[in-house]
């Protein structure tokens, strides 16, 4: 029996007056890669900067409904506490440009004054690249600044900023697609490996990497949830309609 | 569409063949250079004659020295040099903290109807001429505070600077991308610290530009210094009694009828120019070196 780290219920977002979002119910398992899939403005997007309240920097987004991690209610836990334990990597690669390397992976402690000790720094540090497969191409150049890497590399080190806060659950909105398929197979791969670490949720458009790296998979059409299912058990039975039409190039 | 094609390959295109407009394309070329050439001689002109009328009055005595009753020799502009700079320094003490202030507010509330009205109250600011400026620091500072002071002079400088500065501030950080603060704030760190830590840093290279440049703009004020900083024929270093400044002493010795005193005015005007000339190199090189890659 999995248990469940995240519960959505009835959750309903709006833009001004235009609805996104209309009751959503799902559970996400615990160290379970869960993918968001759907055709483009779905709501794909919104749902997951749902789950770590970056919509509270939206003026006209409205949130309604309950968004559980492990029965506490996000949204009235402290957004700070929210997103120190809910990881997010973005679409395009987003390394601090004024930062070093080592200092863009433990950005997240002094950003926020967290003090640490010289050893632990380095512990973090290192195991964060460790994780995030990056540890051997930048440990003699750790204090190097971020933004002269490659791209996927970018987003791997954004990856270890992110891994270095310890969240119980990361985010990843669309995470390759701003990259080669070269970084994105490294991307993919490490994804898979994180599993044992950290629960994931992924928003991508590309069937065939949800196929190969989620465990889960939520379909969302128009704002609905349509389905959600093993990953292989959707892509090869579908069991709505409009889930089988997307997975077949309908649309999307 | 296969005419077409050999046209484009033979550069026929419309009118005219390639080599007529090779030539049209030469002509304006030329035309520009001259013209832009021509547009900048008076300045060189300019230049030129400063240096050259100024250069003659310079030496060391002429730094270290105050300038002498008119028919003495070996005068020099000692208290105007230390003069200029405190006003420089005080000024910039009382504009930057609120400028930045300003500019971080305003890109920060773009769509807040608050900060369109001070975004139009900051461009009415710059648009108002020095000397109201420095009646308004008579009436607000000089008149309570009972006479003339350097701390008027550095208010009246301080507004003329406040604009500039909140401005370039603004257009600073509005050229930072918000995937940047999303960066910072999904990491939990909160939102003043975001500003403080993440977006200002990023733009320090243009903050710092700007901060320059609005010195150097000011450093030439006369208009706002007469009935203010009002000048002085002796060294002072406080900035409650008057001071006297490199463009009030020109203004002053410039208008007189004492040789002495017009070779003290040129040379404090090449050194008034060769010290914009060098704020504005040193904000070109900060700008390109703590240029900040996306
Ligand atoms: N800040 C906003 N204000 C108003 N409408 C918005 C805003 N952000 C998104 N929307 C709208 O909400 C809908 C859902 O957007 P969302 O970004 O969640 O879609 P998505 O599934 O992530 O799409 P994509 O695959 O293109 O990234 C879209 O119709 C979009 O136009
Ligand atoms: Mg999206």
Redesign the pocket.
């Known amino acids: 029996m999995e248990s469940k780290i995240l519960k959505i219920k009835d959750f309903n977002a709006y ?2 007056d ?1 609805q ?1 979002l209309k009751d959503i119910n799902l559970s996400i398992l615990k160290n379970n890669v869960t993918a968001i899939m ?1 055709p ?7 749902l997951i900067r749902a789950i770590n309240r970056m919509h509270d920097f ?1 003026p ?2 409205r949130m309604e409904g309950e968004i559980l991690l492990n029965n506490e209610d996000l949204y009235q836990m402290e957004p700070i506490i929210v997103r120190r334990k809910i990881g997010m990597v973005f679409q395009r690669p987003n390394p601090f440009p004024t930062m070093s390397i080592f200092d863009n992976v433990i950005a997240g402690y002094k950003l926020n004054g967290i003090k640490l000790s010289k050893e632990d720094r380095n512990n973090i540090v290192e195991d964060s690249l460790r994780k995030s497969a990056m540890w051997d191409e930048v440990k003699d150049n750790l204090h190097k600044k971020g933004s002269f890497l490659s791209g996927g590399q970018q987003q791997r080190l954004c990856i270890a900023r992110a891994l270095a806060m310890k969240p119980e659950i990361l985010l990843l909105d ?1 995470p390759t697609s701003a990259l080669d398929p070269k970084a994105t197979a490294h991307i993919e791969e490490l994804i898979s490996e994180l599993k044992d670490y950290v629960t994931m949720i992924l ?1 991508t ?1 590309n069937i065939a990497q949800a196929a190969r790296i989620s465990n889960y998979t939520v379909f969302l059409y128009l704002g609905e949830l349509v389905e959600y299912d093993k990953t292989n058990k959707m892509m090869t039975t579908p069991k709505d309609k409009r889930t089988e039409e997307y997975l077949t190039g309908k649309f999307g | 569409m296969a005419d077409k094609l050999e046209n484009i390959k033979s550069g026929n295109m419309g009118r005219g063949n390639l080599s007529f407009r090779i030539f049209k394309d030469r002509l304006f070329k030329i035309f520009v250079f001259v013209i832009s050439g021509l547009a900048t001689i008076p300045l060189l002109l300019i230049l030129f004659y400063i240096a050259k009328m100024g250069i003659a009055s310079i030496n060391w005595e002429f730094f270290i020295n105050l300038p002498r009753p008119p028919g003495e020799v070996g005068g020099g502009i000692a208290n105007a040099l230390v003069g200029t700079l405190i006003l420089i320094l005080t000024s910039s003490l009382i504009a930057i903290p609120p400028a930045i202030a300003l500019g971080v507010f305003m890109s920060e509330n773009k769509t807040k109807s608050f900060s369109k009205w001070i975004g139009s109250g900051v461009e009415i600011l710059q648009g108002i001429p020095s000397i109201v400026i420095g009646i308004i620091a008579y009436v607000w500072v000089v008149r309570p505070m009972g006479g003339f002071s350097a701390l008027s002079g550095s208010v009246a400088l301080a507004i003329m600077m406040i604009p500039f500065i909140a401005k370039s501030t603004e257009e600073t950080l509005k050229m930072i991308p918000l995937h940047l603060k999303e960066a910072s704030m999904a990491l939990g760190v909160p939102y003043y610290k975001t500003i403080l830590k993440v977006v200002m840093p990023a733009g320090l290279s243009g903050i710092v530009t700007g901060v320059i440049i609005a010195i150097a703009r000011v450093a030439g004020e006369t208009a706002p210094l007469l009935f203010t900083a009002f000048g002085n024929h002796f060294m002072s270093y406080s900035i409650f009694k008057p001071m006297n400044s490199l463009p009030l002493l020109i203004f002053n010795y410039a208008g007189s009828p004492y040789d002495e005193w017009h070779s003290l005015a040129w040379g404090a005007s090449f050194v008034l120019v060769v010290m914009v000339l060098l704020l504005n190199i040193i904000s070109k090189i900060l700008s390109k070196r703590w240029k900040v890659k996306f």
């Open positions: 833009y001004d235009a996104v759907g483009s403005g779905c709501g794909k997007t919104t939206t006209n987004a669309e928003v458009h």
